[in-house]
């Protein structure tokens, strides 16, 4: 059965993520256009290249969304909005980055055609920052944990969950460059009657600077469930373009992601993958 008033909702959501994204880019568009000469210097190798780096020491705030067009065993489709926060803080003479994120979905919980739409559980994670003895090169790991913050049973896992974080950012190259995101988190409390989670993901990110701040990107996240044995490996190419203005770095893109490999109900087969992160130099 096709619930249509919940696709309307899964569209709906992303169109505001969308125009979101759209206004945010008409804006510094337009504001660029005064001086295209100090827009581009503005665009430095240094800015682009550091522009996706999740452990960059300046506070950043991401937008990002994946639409997702097919998914297995369901004839609906779904949505998942993200707003992620991310600072930078000192503990003693240790450096950390700390990043929180709230999902919103709209997604089928059952292979019936149900969808439920709303707030899913939020993730934190504090990365201590390794001194690599090079600028260009950040490594970090720490500690996280996801509250089971669901406005929707079936959206979240209702358990509280624990694990690590291990990040690497190579720029040594002003052209290109590469790292991961690796986690994994288990659960240790929460409703009985839930199953529990045992989740390991790893996001290997490329991004190849075209010039003037346009880049070609990759950055699919592979996740594997220990509990259920359920994967999927998504590949995908996209493009970005990073514009600073004044103190603010933008950095908008869009990655269409098809799935290579996956085992599991539920699994998205493709979906694209948009956002505006900007960063705000000190």
């Known amino acids: ?13 992303v169109l505001i993520a969308l125009s979101v994204v759209v206004f945010f880019c008409q804006h510094v568009y337009a504001e660029s256009q005064g001086d295209v000469a100090t827009a581009e210097n503005s665009t430095s190798e240094n800015s682009a290249a550091q522009a996706n780096n999740p452990l960059a020491n300046m506070t950043a705030l991401n937008i990002q969304n994946y639409f997702i067009g097919d998914i297995s065993d369901s004839d609906e489709q779904g949505n998942q909005a993200w707003l992620r926060y991310a ?5 003693a003479d240790t450096k950390w980055i ?14 019936d055609g149900t969808v439920k739409s709303g707030l899913g559980d939020v993730n934190v994670f504090a990365s201590y920052l390794i001194d690599t003895g090079n600028p260009a090169v950040s490594f970090g790991f720490g500690p996280q944990v996801t509250l089971p913050t669901a406005t929707e049973s079936k959206l979240g896992s209702e358990k509280w969950s624990a694990g690590l974080v291990n990040v690497l950012f190579n720029a040594d190259s002003p052209k290109f460059q590469y790292g991961y995101l690796l986690t994994w988190q288990h659960s240790f409390a929460g409703e009985d009657d839930r199953s529990d989670v045992n989740i390991g993901a790893l996001q290997p990110f490329a991004f ?13 996240i592979w996740s594997y469930n220990i509990e259920n044995d359920n994967y999927n490996v998504p590949l995908g190419v996209g493009i970005g373009q990073v514009i600073k203005r004044g103190k603010t ?7 269409p992601q098809f799935s290579a490999i ?13 956002g505006l992160n900007m960063q705000f130099l000190d």
Not at 249 to 255: A, G, S
């Open 1 to 13: 059965m096709i619930c249509t008033e919940e696709r309307v909702r899964c569209l709906r959501s």
């Open 87 to 91: 600072k930078p803080f000192s503990v």
């Open 98 to 111: 700390l990043r929180a994120s709230l999902p919103f979905n709209t997604y089928p919980v059952e292979n």
């Open 208 to 220: 190849y600077q075209l010039g003037g701040g346009t880049y070609l990107r990759a950055a699919p």
């Open 249 to 255: 770095v933008f950095n908008f893109f869009i990655e």
């Open 262 to 274: 996956h085992h599991g109900e539920l699994q998205p087969q493709w979906q694209l993958y948009f």
